[in-house]
């Protein structure tokens, strides 16, 4: 099966061997997305809802360059460092779903960097647009 990847301009450089998204059968998977700026730093520190608001907007970007939408989004993997950020990660997340939500789970974890608060990663169902 082809597969094709998916690097919206402007991406920086991963910190481990992956791409931001992957595009193979109409399916685009969308890598793990931490709250980093182009060169890896992590941004907004401690504001766990101005970090999932740039999550999400990187994850709309990769959504975006394959000719999808949030809409298109089916699925979401959600890791919180502390429960006590939930609140502000779901207040955000039904601003960029606010229709039919999609389906997913979140849990607590240990992130890459200690100052990133959530990390999300996407399935959406674009078709073979790109």
Same mark, same amino acid.
């Given at each position: 099966? %082809?597969?094709? =990847?998916?690097? %919206?301009?402007?991406?920086?450089?991963?910190?481990? %061997?992956?791409?931001?998204? @992957?595009? +193979?059968?109409? $399916?685009?998977?969308?890598?793990? @997305?931490? %709250?980093?700026?182009?060169?890896?730093?992590?941004?907004?520190?401690?504001?766990? @809802?101005?970090?999932?608001?740039?999550?999400?907007?990187? $994850?709309?970007?990769?959504?975006?360059?394959?000719?999808?939408?949030?809409?298109?989004?089916?699925?979401?993997?959600?890791?919180?460092?502390?429960?006590?950020?939930?609140?502000?990660?779901?207040?955000?997340?039904?601003?960029?779903?606010?229709?039919?939500?999609?389906?997913?789970?979140?849990?607590?974890?240990?992130?890459?960097?200690?100052?990133?608060?959530?990390?999300?990663?996407?399935? +959406?169902?674009?078709?073979?647009? =790109?």
């Amino acid at each position: 099966m %082809p597969k094709q =990847a998916i690097i %919206p301009p402007g991406t920086g450089k991963p910190l481990a %061997p992956y791409v931001p998204g @992957t595009l +193979a059968d109409g $399916i685009l998977y969308v890598s793990g @997305t931490l %709250p980093f700026d182009k060169d890896n730093n992590v941004v907004h520190v401690g504001d766990a @809802t101005a970090q999932t608001r740039h999550v999400l907007e990187i $994850i709309k970007g990769v959504v975006e360059a394959t000719g999808g939408t949030m809409d298109d989004v089916t699925f979401n993997h959600i890791f919180v460092r502390d429960w006590a950020d939930y609140a502000k990660v779901n207040e955000v997340y039904a601003e960029y779903f606010p229709g039919v939500k999609p389906a997913r789970y979140c849990i607590q974890a240990g992130l890459v960097k200690p100052d990133a608060l959530v990390e999300i990663a996407s399935i +959406a169902h674009v078709g073979k647009k =790109a």
